[in-house]
Nanobody, 122 residues
Framework: VQLQASGGGLVQSGGSLRLSCTAS????????MGWYRQAPGKQRELVAA???????NYGDSVKGRFTISRDNLKKTVYLQMNSLKPEDTAVYFC?????????????????WGQGTLVTVSS
């Protein structure tokens, strides 16, 4: 199983970016999907998460500015980021809790993407 994230980049304060993350492999079921971020010198924190049923949860600092969504057929989670601020600058990691098939058995696991850098200039 692999998670491939894309969409990071450099944007001015007040701008927007859209991150995408697609899971690949023999995946039977994806439960929660989410985005986390880690700024230099800080701990990784939850940005947003979405359950298989579509319920969402956001970190306090991004509520009202970011929107998480998922496409189950495409095994993809998105993060629309609007009204970006310099303090949103971080490496963003996607995460998925899923069931896969590997080596003749079902496996439940917590997987991470490689991270994509978002830089917001003031």
């Amino acid at each position: 199983v692999q998670l491939q994230a894309s969409g990071g980049g450099l944007v001015q304060s007040g701008g927007s970016l859209r991150l995408s993350c697609t899971a690949s492999g023999i995946i039977l079921r994806i439960n929660n999907m989410g985005w986390y971020r880690q700024a230099p010198g800080k701990q990784r924190e939850l940005v947003a998460a979405v359950t298989s049923g579509g319920s969402t949860n956001y970190g306090d600092s991004v509520k009202g500015r970011f929107t998480i969504s998922r496409d189950n057929l495409k095994k993809t989670v998105y993060l629309q980021m609007n009204s970006l601020k310099p303090e949103d600058t971080a490496v963003y990691f996607c995460n998925a809790v899923l069931t896969s098939w590997s080596e003749d058995t079902y496996r439940n696991g917590d997987y991470w993407g490689q991270g994509t850098l978002v830089t917001v200039s003031s």
